[in-house]
């Protein structure tokens, strides 16, 4: 299973960037996916995750406190990317961003990408 992040970058503050994570099998076999970040010299700390509990659920999303209101989380089955949306971006919003996919599976169970820096200027 491979996880592709894309979409980072440089934006000023107040700006908007939109990630994506591209896997390479069908994410329905992924009841959890998820967006991290890692700023420097800091922990990595979860972002936004997208949880489908039941298959005929559409899913259930949350948000980490700091970016309520400005972030959103989404899946496109057809496209098996799950994306983050991110507007209003704040210079605290700097960091790796890794996207993180979970299975059901007893082993092998969860998956990274590779990273995508996004630095705001002020």
């Known amino acids: 299973v491979q996880l592709q992040a894309s979409g980072g970058g440089l934006v000023t503050a107040g700006g908007s960037l939109r990630l994506s994570c591209a896997a390479s099998?069908?994410?329905?076999?992924?009841?959890?996916m998820g967006w991290y970040r890692q700023a420097p010299g800091k922990q990595r700390e979860l972002v936004a995750s997208?949880?489908?509990?039941?298959?005929?659920?559409?899913?259930?999303?949350n948000l980490a406190d700091p970016v309520k209101g400005r972030f959103t989380i989404s899946r496109d089955n057809a496209k098996n990317t799950v994306y983050l949306q991110m507007n209003s971006l704040k210079p605290e919003d700097t960091a790796v961003y890794y996207c993180?996919?979970?299975?059901?599976?007893?082993?092998?169970?969860?998956?990274w990408g590779q990273g995508t820096l996004v630095t705001v200027s002020s």
């Open positions: 099998i069908d994410i329905s076999n992924f009841y959890n």
């Open positions: 997208h949880i489908i509990r039941r298959p005929t659920d559409r899913g259930t999303t």
């Open positions: 993180n996919a979970k299975t059901r599976s007893i082993l092998n169970n969860e998956f």
